[in-house]
């Protein structure tokens, strides 16, 4: 049983910044890896970063390595994504995900996964 909120999306200026943060129900969490995902209009959700269960390992999309930040706080039950850099093509809504595995958030189908959140809208203006 996991539930996920997300939080912190908005509207920012190409060259900005915005923090994301998704809340997870307490029972089990920490056993998660947790994952953002996206989806702009007229396309499919796609995989932005993950983190496994304990923080220690990290994948992040092409488009957005070098400026997005996954962490995550096991003992506040929170997974956040800094972004920084905004693009316009980084408008989406954007999802919390969480499934047993890393590998699983990265290949995986997406209608296969465990948990997702209900999405926080990001827009970034040119």
């Known amino acids: 049983q996991v539930q996920l909120v997300e939080s912190g999306g908005g509207l920012v200026q190409a060259g900005g910044s915005l923090r994301l943060s998704c809340a997870a129900s307490k029972l089990t969490f920490s056993n998660y890896a947790m994952g953002w995902f996206r989806q702009a209009p007229g396309k499919e959700r796609e995989f932005v970063a993950a983190i496994n269960y304990g923080g220690q390992n990290t994948y992040y999309a092409e488009s957005v390595k070098g400026r997005f930040t996954i962490s995550r706080d096991n003992a506040k039950y929170t997974v956040d994504l800094q972004m920084k850099s905004l693009k316009p093509e980084d408008t989406a809504v954007y999802y919390c995900?969480?499934?047993?595995?890393?590998?699983?958030?990265?290949?995986?189908?997406?209608?296969?996964?465990?948990?997702w959140g209900r999405g926080t809208q990001v827009t970034v203006s040119s």
């Open positions: 995900a969480a499934d047993q595995g890393l590998g699983r958030l990265r290949t995986a189908p997406v209608p296969t996964l465990d948990y």
